[in-house]
């Protein structure tokens, strides 16, 4: 997966304080003249000291100044942008079947780039260490928080599905500090999942966002597991918009199958015979 600088600053913003946004807001406003800055002349256009410019490119993994410029650059790349092709009552069978694959694949490839391996790492630290695991979703969310349910469970987690938004903010203030919860939201923007993870996060539970970036549940949490959304999806919800969301579950449970020294940590043992009884002929 490709290291994208602007876009890790760009998922980060939200997070950055004081001289560090100052930073931020010039390479994000402008990174074709900063990229031709030198340090001191970066330094000065963010009011800020040469040093607190190292930090920052060490922030995002950065060796030194001239690497920071080159993987800055490397982010100016021209992309191409997210193609997604709308089903309309003119196609056949076929067109309709080939633009379901096409518009998954480049949502599926638009993710590789912008996923962020690190956050990753640390919501899979949290869930290890958790006594308990909410897992918190509204609408078709549900169905990604009761998949998640379903491979942690079969991991030998403790967690559970919280449904409708009552229950969930009647459970959120009752978490405790050894407790994580996790919310599911495509826009982020759901009032009572935001209003939840404000409780939970107020009670010493940590809080997991699995949302687009900059939204206010991402703001809220204290960690955010960004998926943006390629889509316009304001007035309609297009059929590829959980995909990605079903990869970051995915890629939750290979880290914790690694961390819990797994021989095949992508793969999950089955269930028990009893339990998927099925014909043998």
Same mark, same amino acid.
């Given at each position: 997966?490709?290291?994208?600088?602007l876009?890790?600053?760009?998922?980060?913003?939200?997070s950055?304080?004081?001289?560090t946004?100052?930073i931020a807001?010039?390479l994000?406003?402008?990174p074709?003249?900063?990229?031709?800055?030198?340090m001191?002349?970066?330094?000065?256009?963010?009011?800020?000291s040469?040093?607190?410019v190292?930090r920052?490119?060490? &922030? $995002?993994?950065?060796a030194?100044?001239?690497?920071f410029?080159? +993987?800055?650059? #490397?982010? /100016? @790349?021209?992309?191409?942008?997210?193609?997604y092709?709308a089903?309309?009552?003119?196609?056949?069978?076929?067109?309709?079947?080939?633009?379901i694959?096409?518009?998954?694949?480049?949502?599926?490839? &638009? $993710?590789?780039?912008?996923?962020?391996?690190?956050a990753?790492? +640390?919501?899979t #630290?949290? /869930? @290890?260490?958790?006594?308990?695991?909410?897992?918190?979703?509204?609408?078709?969310?549900e169905?990604?928080?009761?998949?998640?349910?379903?491979?942690f469970?079969?991991?030998?987690?403790?967690?559970?599905?919280?449904?409708?938004?009552q229950?969930?903010?009647?459970?959120?203030?009752?978490?405790?500090n050894?407790?994580?919860?996790?919310?599911?939201?495509h826009?982020?923007?759901?009032k009572?999942?935001?209003?939840?993870a404000?409780?939970?996060?107020?009670?010493?539970?940590?809080?997991?966002?699995?949302?687009?970036?900059?939204?206010?549940?991402?703001?809220?949490c204290?960690?955010?597991?960004?998926?943006?959304?390629?889509?316009?999806?304001e007035?309609y919800?297009?059929?590829?918009?959980?995909?990605?969301?079903?990869?970051?579950?995915?890629?939750l449970?290979?880290?914790?199958?690694?961390r819990?020294?797994?021989?095949?940590?992508d793969?999950?043992?089955?269930?028990?015979?009893?339990?998927?009884?099925?014909?043998?002929?």
């Amino acid at each position: 997966m490709r290291n994208d600088l602007l876009r890790r600053i760009a998922l980060e913003h939200p997070s950055l304080t004081g001289a560090t946004l100052r930073i931020a807001d010039v390479l994000l406003s402008a990174p074709e003249a900063a990229l031709k800055m030198s340090m001191a002349e970066l330094s000065e256009a963010a009011q800020t000291s040469d040093p607190t410019v190292v930090r920052f490119f060490r &922030r $995002f993994d950065c060796a030194d100044y001239q690497d920071f410029k080159v +993987r800055l650059g #490397q982010g /100016l @790349i021209p992309q191409a942008p997210f193609d997604y092709e709308a089903i309309t009552n003119a196609d056949t069978p076929e067109s309709v079947c080939s633009k379901i694959v096409n518009n998954s694949l480049h949502a599926i490839q &638009r $993710f590789a780039r912008d996923v962020d391996s690190a956050a990753i790492e +640390r919501a899979t #630290q949290y /869930l @290890i260490d958790a006594k308990g695991i909410f897992l918190f979703g509204l609408g078709i969310s549900e169905t990604i928080a009761f998949d998640a349910e379903h491979k942690f469970f079969r991991l030998g987690l403790h967690c559970r599905v919280v449904l409708e938004s009552q229950r969930q903010l009647l459970l959120a203030p009752t978490l405790r500090n050894d407790e994580v919860a996790v919310f599911f939201s495509h826009s982020g923007s759901t009032k009572s999942l935001v209003m939840a993870a404000a409780m939970a996060k107020g009670k010493g539970a940590v809080t997991i966002a699995i949302c687009a970036p900059g939204s206010r549940l991402a703001q809220t949490c204290d960690l955010t597991v960004a998926v943006p959304a390629y889509e316009n999806t304001e007035l309609y919800t297009p059929l590829t918009a959980r995909i990605n969301h079903l990869l970051v579950v995915n890629m939750l449970v290979a880290m914790l199958g690694l961390r819990q020294g797994r021989e095949l940590p992508d793969n999950l043992a089955a269930l028990d015979p009893w339990f998927t009884d099925k014909f043998m002929d």
